[in-house]
């Protein structure tokens, strides 16, 4: 082949995977610079259209028995955005202390934002800390607004929070990936996991992508060089829930809580959390074996 072909080859080459590139992004959104401006924070793209929000409480020191949790692993605060005919849906979850439960329900409530679920997802932490779940439709930018009202009212810290430097990881992750039947990232020295279900969930008419909180999620922590600290939850429709909580409570896990984060959807959908620490082999043989049960 001759040179200049050679050239024009590899220029149509490369044409066509700048373009794969960018269909495979996510669609710009006009009122993100106002959200941003409301929340105080950037959004980040997620597939299906969502964008998201997070609010790291880095204020909190939380401890389970001899674990120190550490923020990725269960101390974050978050809110989604999906685009929709008329503004977005919004949903998230805010980490509280039982005495901030009562003001952040009261700024959300005086905003129009819904508070779908407050509960535990860990059990016997010190401090005490519940979950306020939200959801919300319509004007994104007053959504963002009063969630930023709300998350003012806790200790949250409210400037963007600094880039988590990379620190070593002492537990094997192909072997964690191995035994879980999927694989996850390390992000702030917590192995995560997140499962997408399969099928659409629909409320108030919406389709939901995983990205609004409907994936289960998997968060292990090591505890020394051998052991780890596991928490998450798995997001079940109700033939599922005692097939997973076999799984869990079979392999040596705690079932901290089982409720819904959503006030409607089709299918009905259950949220089943879990706590517990272990060898790093036991704890990621037990989730495997919840994960195969949740397929089924």
């Known amino acids: 082949m001759k040179p200049a072909m050679r050239i024009l080859g590899l220029l149509f080459l490369l044409g066509v995977l700048a373009e794969r590139a960018a269909s495979q992004q996510p669609a710009s959104w006009p009122a993100a610079a106002a959200v941003e401006t409301s929340l105080g924070r950037p959004l980040a793209p997620l597939p299906g259209g969502v964008f998201i929000a997070r609010f790291p409480r880095t204020d909190l020191s939380v401890t389970v028995g001899e674990v120190k949790l550490k923020t990725p692993f269960a101390l974050t605060s978050w809110v989604a955005f999906l685009p929709v005919e008329g503004g977005a849906v919004a949903m998230g979850d805010i980490v509280v202390t039982v005495e901030e439960s009562a003001p952040v329900m009261r700024a959300l409530e005086e905003g129009g934002v819904e508070v779908a679920a407050l509960h535990n997802h860990v059990l016997g932490e010190t401090p005490r800390i519940m979950y306020m779940h939200i959801m919300a439709r319509g ?137 517990g620490v272990d060898s790093a082999s036991v704890i990621a043989a037990g989730l495997g074996a919840a994960l195969a049960a949740s397929r089924k």
């Open 139 to 275: 004007d994104p930018a007053r959504i963002a607004a009063t969630v930023r009202a709300a998350i003012a009212v806790t200790g949250t810290p409210l400037a963007p929070p600094a880039p988590v430097a990379a620190t070593p990881f002492p537990l094997d992750t192909l072997a964690l990936a191995k035994a879980l039947g999927v694989s996850g990232k390390v992000n702030g020295g917590v192995y995560q996991v997140s499962v997408p279900r399969t099928g659409p969930i629909v409320t108030d008419g919406v389709t939901l992508p995983p990205g609004m909180g409907l994936a289960t999620v998997i968060n292990i922590q090591p505890v020394d060089a051998q052991r780890a600290a596991a928490t998450g939850d798995f997001v079940l429709t109700g033939d599922q829930v005692t097939p997973v909580i076999r799984a869990l409570v079979s392999h040596g896990f705690a079932v901290t809580s089982v409720h819904s984060h959503l006030l409607s959807s089709t299918p009905e959908l259950r949220f089943v959390h879990f706590w």
